[in-house]
């Protein structure tokens, strides 16, 4: 709680803005164990209206009374404790807790009020990160549709693509969620890292496809000799990354160990789709476009 110099220090406005707050506090479920000037002063012997007690401050011990109190710099602090249960179940409270503060300051001119500490900090950066988490691998996701649109001249081709290289995400975010993660920095660079080597798999897969599919009529022999033509280069150099991820699951650090199993994961899923789904959907969905080669 900050407040101008026309505002005296032993001014009871002070007290009345601290119980203001503290009151709405107490209120919300989720933030425990509010303390403030207010409490100090409460538990003080005596009676009385506590905005009428602000003088009593000067009884308690310097160290204490500053704690929560420091009226040369204008400001005073009320504490609360969260539980450790993640961002996303605090973002309401943290939104209420502001619309009130500003409310609070706008009946008392001259008192401004902010939600500070590292919780705060964390729901407002980390929220940043899944927006922007959410805008990058959407823009991803078009980006790839467009580009394999253009290089192979078919938007069924930039549909089925879509397919094998989001799902790879898709089964790794539902691991981090079963597993009890939350979401971290560490985890969000990890699925754009992923994303691009995903993608490599298809584009080797769907190339040899295509060039195989002109020389022959039949696209489940054109899979076949894709197959025969890259599968193996799809499983060694998939198999390479995940050993090589796979060590540092070992490592002392928390984060590297996360990025590493995130990492071998996400590979692992996407050489499925490469070499289960992507073959099934060509088959499936692709459709040739009409030869202009006449047989002889």
């Given at each position: 709680?900050?407040?101008?110099?026309?505002?005296?220090?032993?001014?009871?406005?002070?007290?009345?803005?601290?119980?203001?707050?503290?009151?709405?506090?107490?209120?919300?479920?989720?933030?425990?164990?509010?303390?403030?000037?207010?409490?100090?002063?409460?538990?003080?012997?005596?009676?009385?209206?506590?905005?009428?007690?602000?003088?009593?401050?000067?009884?308690?011990?310097?160290?204490?009374?500053?704690?929560?109190?420091?009226?040369?710099?204008?400001?005073?602090?009320?504490?609360?404790?969260?539980?450790?249960?993640?961002?996303?179940?605090?973002?309401?409270?943290?939104?209420?807790?502001?619309?009130?503060?500003?409310?609070?300051?706008?009946?008392?001119?001259?008192?401004?009020?902010?939600?500070?500490?590292?919780?705060?900090?964390?729901?407002?950066?980390?929220?940043?990160?899944?927006?922007?988490?959410?805008?990058?691998?959407?823009?991803?996701?078009?980006?790839?549709?467009?580009?394999?649109?253009?290089?192979?001249?078919?938007?069924?081709?930039g549909i089925i693509s879509i397919i094998p290289n989001m799902f790879p995400l898709v089964f790794t975010g539902a691991y981090l969620y079963f597993a009890g993660f939350n979401l971290e920095v560490v985890m969000v660079c990890?699925?754009?890292?992923?994303?691009?080597?995903?993608?490599?798999?298809?584009?080797?897969?769907?190339?040899?496809?295509?060039?195989?599919?002109?020389?022959?009529?039949?696209?489940?022999?054109?899979?076949?000799?894709?197959?025969?033509?890259?599968?193996?280069?799809?499983?060694?150099?998939?198999?390479?990354?995940?050993?090589?991820?796979?060590?540092?699951?070992?490592?002392?650090?928390?984060?590297?160990?996360?990025?590493?199993?995130?990492?071998?994961?996400?590979?692992?899923?996407?050489?499925?789709?490469?070499?289960?789904?992507?073959?099934?959907?060509?088959?499936?969905?692709?459709?040739?476009?009409?030869?202009?080669?006449?047989?002889?």
């Open positions: 709680i900050i407040w101008d110099e026309s505002v005296a220090s032993d001014s009871t406005d002070i007290l009345r803005v601290v119980t203001e707050i503290d009151d709405f506090l107490k209120t919300e479920p989720k933030l425990a164990h509010s303390i403030s000037i207010r409490n100090l002063i409460d538990a003080l012997p005596g009676s009385g209206p506590l905005d009428e007690r602000m003088t009593l401050l000067e009884l308690l011990p310097p160290p204490l009374k500053r704690t929560f109190f420091l009226p040369e710099s204008h400001v005073a602090t009320i504490n609360f404790r969260v539980h450790d249960s993640g961002i996303a179940d605090y973002g309401p409270v943290f939104q209420r807790v502001e619309s009130k503060l500003e409310e609070i300051g706008e009946a008392h001119p001259g008192f401004q009020a902010i939600l500070n500490g590292n919780a705060v900090w964390r729901w407002r950066n980390l929220y940043q990160i899944v927006i922007d988490l959410a805008t990058s691998l959407g823009t991803a996701a078009v980006i790839i549709f467009l580009v394999l649109t253009i290089v192979y001249r078919s938007v069924r081709i990890c699925f754009t890292v992923c994303l691009g080597i995903a993608v490599d798999d298809t584009i080797h897969f769907l190339t040899r496809f295509l060039d195989e599919s002109k020389n022959v009529d039949d696209t489940n022999v054109a899979i076949q000799r894709a197959f025969v033509g890259v599968g193996s280069a799809l499983i060694m150099t998939s198999a390479v990354l995940i050993a090589g991820f796979g060590v540092v699951t070992i490592s002392d650090s928390r984060d590297h160990r996360i990025f590493a199993t995130m990492g071998a994961l996400t590979i692992g899923a996407a050489l499925l789709c490469d070499l289960v789904f992507l073959p099934a959907l060509l088959s499936v969905f692709y459709r040739r476009k009409p030869s202009l080669r006449q047989d002889s």
